[in-house]
């Protein structure tokens, strides 16, 4: 898909108040400071659509942009920054989790993972959480510049060895760098795909 245009919409931390339009709706989450919004950029290929930051929790708010005046692309905040509860359960964002449970546009979400680390358990709960709402996913690994392709290889293994022990298949996965613009066509064509199999359903 060739991305005609990118608009900023709206930034806000109340889901009511999101764009009430019907469009297609993809969401972009992940640790913070895992690549969200780097993607985001990458992908639009526009330098500072979305802002980035060297310091974790950069994105506060959900925010909406339009793209080719026909879906929105969201960058939500990143969760596992903002204190996290003592206790084993993580506690994510309440906007986050009422995001995910009101939109009823969002077609899928893509959760980033950092490619550079072993499965962590915050992400994995977070699938588990989506899993269990009934919310489809796939899975972005981010910065792959940072790995030669035997590591990266390996550490996409290791997110399959555990995945597969509560799932029964792997989520649709995706190999991502910003710096490079690695994926950039692979994560475009899927979504130009959905959004013309929602037509079709029309
Ligand atoms: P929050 O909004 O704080 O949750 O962060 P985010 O997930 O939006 O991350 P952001 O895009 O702001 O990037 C965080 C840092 O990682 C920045 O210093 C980026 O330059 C760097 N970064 C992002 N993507 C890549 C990538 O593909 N390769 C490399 N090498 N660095 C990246
Ligand atoms: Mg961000």
Redesign the pocket.
């Given at each position: 898909m060739k991305i005609k245009s990118a608009e900023f919409v709206m930034s806000n931390s109340d889901v009511a108040k999101c764009p009430k339009s019907r469009l297609p709706e993809y969401a972009f989450i992940?640790?913070?400071?895992?690549?969200?919004?780097?993607?985001?950029?990458?992908l639009t290929s526009r330098k500072s659509l979305?802002?980035?930051?060297?310091?974790?929790?950069?994105?506060?708010l959900i925010n909406h942009f339009l793209i080719n005046k026909n879906w929105h692309l969201v960058?939500l905040?990143?969760y596992g920054?903002a204190r996290v509860s003592k206790s084993s359960k993580k506690v994510f964002q309440k906007f986050i989790t009422q995001y995910f449970g009101l939109r009823e546009q969002l077609v899928t979400a893509f959760i980033?993972v950092d490619i550079r680390h072993n499965p962590q358990p915050i992400d994995l709960e977070f699938m588990q959480w989506m899993g269990e709402n009934g919310i489809p996913f796939s899975i972005i690994f981010?910065?792959?510049?940072?790995l030669k392709p035997k590591a990266i290889e390996n550490h996409v293994e290791d997110y399959k060895n555990i995945l597969l022990q509560h799932w029964e298949d792997m989520p649709n996965y995706f190999i991502?760098?910003?710096?490079?613009e690695t994926g950039k066509d692979d994560v475009l064509d899927y979504i130009d795909d959905l959004n013309n199999n929602m037509e079709l359903d029309n």
């Open positions: 992940g640790r913070s400071n895992v690549g969200k919004s780097s993607l985001i950029n990458m979305a802002k980035t930051s060297g310091r974790p929790g950069k994105t506060q960058d905040p990143g920054y980033l981010t910065k792959a510049d940072k991502t760098s910003s710096s490079n």
